[in-house]
């Protein structure tokens, strides 16, 4: 994809550190941003970062993506929201405790991990299908 303007790109993990770059990164390349976080505070602060930099659409939800049903009803409400998703970036994956949400003891956590993998992906939401079975709801 040569040009981003007006594409709408997911970030999980967008309330700090890479995630909260890519946001503003893409914003300021004219895209449509759909951010999540854990962190409400800091996925607050990225949101205001971003419309101050950029005069695009955003849609900001805090979201623990470890809750599959949390998950699909967010991409429901991206895409009702901005649209079909053209990038999804899995950014985010540190639980609470500081190890991976795929570590976690807790089976159910760890098979909703499956949502949004393990190794983070950047590209066209068909090519996530494997990766995060949500994106089919964006796309």
């Not at 101050?52 to 900001?60: F, G, K, P, R």
């Not at 540190?94 to 976690?104: C, K, L, M, T, Y």
Request: net charge positive; proline share 1%.
């Amino acid at each position: 994809m040569k040009n981003f303007k007006d594409k709408v790109v997911v970030i999980t993990g967008a309330g700090s550190g890479m995630g909260r770059s890519y946001a503003l990164m893409f914003a300021k390349l004219g895209s449509k941003v759909a951010l999540c976080d854990y962190d409400e505070k800091g996925l607050k602060e990225t949101e205001k970062l971003v419309m101050q930099a950029a005069n695009v659409q955003v849609y900001a939800e805090k979201l623990d993506v470890s809750n599959k049903a949390g998950v699909y009803a967010f991409a429901q409400a991206v895409k009702a929201a901005l649209g079909n998703a053209h990038v999804i970036i899995n950014n985010a994956g540190v639980s609470g405790e500081g190890r991976p949400v795929w570590a976690s003891s807790d089976d159910s956590a760890s098979a909703s991990w499956a949502l949004i993998s393990g190794v983070w992906c950047m590209a066209r939401a068909h090519s996530c299908r494997n990766y995060w079975p949500a994106a089919r709801a964006l796309s």
